[in-house]
């Protein structure tokens, strides 16, 4: 079976610091990866998508950076945190485009 | 821009009642539609997914789909305590991105 890791759990960060959050997924082959951030009480925003190994669609424009540098890791990135990127960083895999996505557990990001 | 709404809530149900959650979405080019439950500090987890027209049910579930009224609902009958989330709705962005488009969420409390 498929298995979603990220970490780490959680991170407190100051601002202007630079961030990497991993993500790895184990039991499958090419899934599709997704980076999401959920602010408190708001909902998912899509940041990051990527089909293949090196091939990033950004959403949003912003500080944040992603990339992929094997089959099964997705990795989030910032030179210089804000405050505003303080919430819940969520990864996803899916089998196919337009399909179910599969949430890992999350990472809980605090700037200060 | 590409919305799905629902109603935030709280939709405040009674222990052993039906919980009915409705989702509406704009795309009308949506091929597919899913319902994520989601516990406070925790991450999105996939209950159902949808794809045709009409009733789908797993277990206490029952997920409803009316495209030509683009309406998504999801019926949790003998709601228990343990119900008690937030649950997102998500349908397929038709730009055949792979995307999904999610709503922000209706909160549901199941009080004993």
């Known amino acids: 079976s498929q298995t979603i890791h990220q970490w780490p759990a959680t991170l407190v960060q100051p601002v202007g610091s630079p961030l990497s959050l991993e993500c790895t997924v184990e039991g499958t082959s090419n899934p599709n990866l997704y980076w999401y951030r959920q602010a408190a009480?708001?909902?998912?925003?899509?940041?990051?998508y990527s089909v293949g190994i090196g091939q990033i669609s950004?959403?949003?424009?912003?500080?944040?950076?992603?990339?992929?540098?094997?089959?099964?890791?997705?990795?989030?990135?910032?030179k210089k945190l804000l405050l505003s990127d303080s919430g819940f960083y969520l990864c996803a895999w899916s089998l196919n485009l337009g399909y179910e996505q599969y949430f890992g557990p999350g990472t809980r990001l605090t700037v200060t | 821009q590409k919305e799905v709404e629902q109603n935030s809530g709280p939709l405040s149900v009674p222990e052993g009642a039906i919980a009915s959650?409705?989702?509406?979405?704009?795309?009308?080019?949506s091929q597919s539609f899913f319902w994520y439950r989601q516990y406070s500090g925790k991450s999105p987890e996939l209950i159902m997914?949808?794809?045709?027209?009409?009733?789908?049910e797993d277990g206490r579930f029952t997920a409803q789909l009316?495209?030509?009224?683009?309406?998504?609902?999801?019926?949790?009958?003998?709601?228990?305590p343990s119900d008690s989330a937030t649950y997102l709705?998500?349908?397929?962005?038709?730009?055949?991105?792979?995307?999904?488009i999610f709503g922000q969420g209706t909160t549901l409390q199941v009080k004993p």
């Open chain 1, 41 to 48: 009480g708001r909902g998912l925003q899509l940041l990051f």
């Open chain 2, 21 to 29: 959650l409705n989702c509406t979405y704009s795309d009308r080019g």
């Open chain 1, 58 to 78: 950004s959403e949003v424009p912003q500080n944040l950076s992603a990339s992929r540098p094997q089959d099964r890791q997705f990795i989030l990135s910032s």
């Open chain 2, 66 to 80: 009316n495209k030509a009224s683009q309406y998504v609902s999801l019926l949790i009958r003998d709601s228990q």
């Open chain 2, 89 to 100: 709705c998500a349908v397929s962005d038709s730009s055949n991105t792979g995307k999904l």
């Open chain 2, 49 to 56: 997914s949808i794809y045709s027209n009409g009733d789908k």
